[in-house]
């Protein structure tokens, strides 16, 4: 990740119904009012995240080996329809098929959903509202941080059996802390499923790192 620089945004100031600004991030110390859950003032906070996934991507495209697929079509790789217009999709998929593919949706809201490896994708901003009172710079530093660790061969996708099938996902990042989650089989596609099932019983340890380009090698 050293060689990969985030972009220089500049700095928006966004100011609430009396004209205070408003400091996304920081507004609640404690739990936030009823009043502000399901109420987005400013999504237009978020439109640096597209310039942070335009570098990532220009730095994966530079830096390993791998193709990239700019069609309409790639955004068929998400699980789920998203939820705001795309504006863009990117494929990029090593030419090792032991490691995991990431595709960037661009959506109008602004935000970015990225599909990793075969049966999983992630938001940023997961909510928008004012309750969860996110801000661009937590949900670049969160997408940059999975990305990378897709990219080092530290992300996981399982399928269990039994009573109730489930499918899951890990990520492992610098320092041994972890995250992950799982959901019911049952409510994603069967013919993804059917899909996945022996590609990810060959990796029960996990999608691979990424080989580097051969001129970064």
Not at 64 to 83: K, Q
Not at 118 to 147: K, M, T
Not at 148 to 170: I, P
């Given at each position: 990740m050293?060689s990969?620089?985030?972009?220089s945004?500049?700095?928006?100031?966004?100011l609430?119904?009396?004209?205070a600004?408003?400091?996304?991030?920081?507004?609640?110390h404690g739990?936030?009012?009823?009043?502000?859950?399901?109420?987005?003032?400013?999504?237009?906070?978020?439109?640096?995240i597209h310039?942070?996934a335009?570098?990532?991507i220009?730095?994966?495209?530079?830096?390993?080996d791998?193709?990239?697929?700019?069609?309409?079509?790639?955004?068929?790789?998400?699980?789920?329809?998203a939820?705001h217009?795309?504006?863009?999709?990117?494929?990029?998929?090593?030419?090792?098929?032991?490691?995991a593919?990431?595709?960037?949706v661009?959506?109008?809201?602004?935000?970015?959903?990225?599909?990793?490896?075969l049966?999983?994708?992630?938001?940023y901003p997961?909510?928008?509202?004012?309750?969860?009172?996110?801000?661009?710079?937590?949900?670049?530093d969160?997408l940059?941080r999975?990305?990378?660790a897709v990219?080092?061969?530290?992300?996981?996708?399982t399928?269990?059996?039994?009573?109730?099938?489930?499918?899951g996902?890990?990520?492992?990042?610098?320092?041994?802390?972890?995250t992950?989650?799982?959901?019911?089989?049952?409510?994603l596609?069967?013919?993804?499923l059917?899909?996945?099932?022996?590609?990810?019983?060959?990796?029960p340890?996990?999608?691979?790192?990424w080989?580097?380009?051969?001129?970064?090698?």
């Amino acid at each position: 990740m050293s060689s990969y620089v985030r972009p220089s945004i500049e700095a928006t100031v966004f100011l609430d119904a009396d004209g205070a600004v408003v400091d996304y991030g920081n507004r609640w110390h404690g739990s936030p009012p009823e009043d502000t859950y399901s109420v987005d003032t400013h999504p237009e906070r978020f439109a640096p995240i597209h310039a942070v996934a335009d570098a990532l991507i220009a730095h994966l495209g530079e830096t390993y080996d791998v193709e990239i697929d700019e069609t309409a079509e790639t955004v068929g790789d998400l699980m789920r329809p998203a939820f705001h217009d795309v504006v863009r999709a990117v494929r990029i998929r090593p030419r090792d098929a032991t490691c995991a593919p990431l595709t960037f949706v661009f959506t109008a809201y602004p935000g970015i959903y990225m599909h990793a490896g075969l049966l999983h994708d992630f938001h940023y901003p997961i909510c928008g509202c004012d309750a969860c009172d996110s801000n661009w710079e937590a949900e670049a530093d969160e997408l940059e941080r999975q990305v990378f660790a897709v990219v080092s061969g530290s992300y996981r996708e399982t399928m269990t059996r039994g009573l109730r099938s489930w499918v899951g996902y890990a990520f492992t990042y610098p320092g041994g802390t972890s995250t992950g989650g799982q959901s019911r089989s049952r409510d994603l596609p069967a013919e993804r499923l059917r899909a996945a099932t022996p590609i990810l019983r060959e990796l029960p340890h996990g999608w691979d790192p990424w080989p580097h380009s051969v001129s970064n090698s």
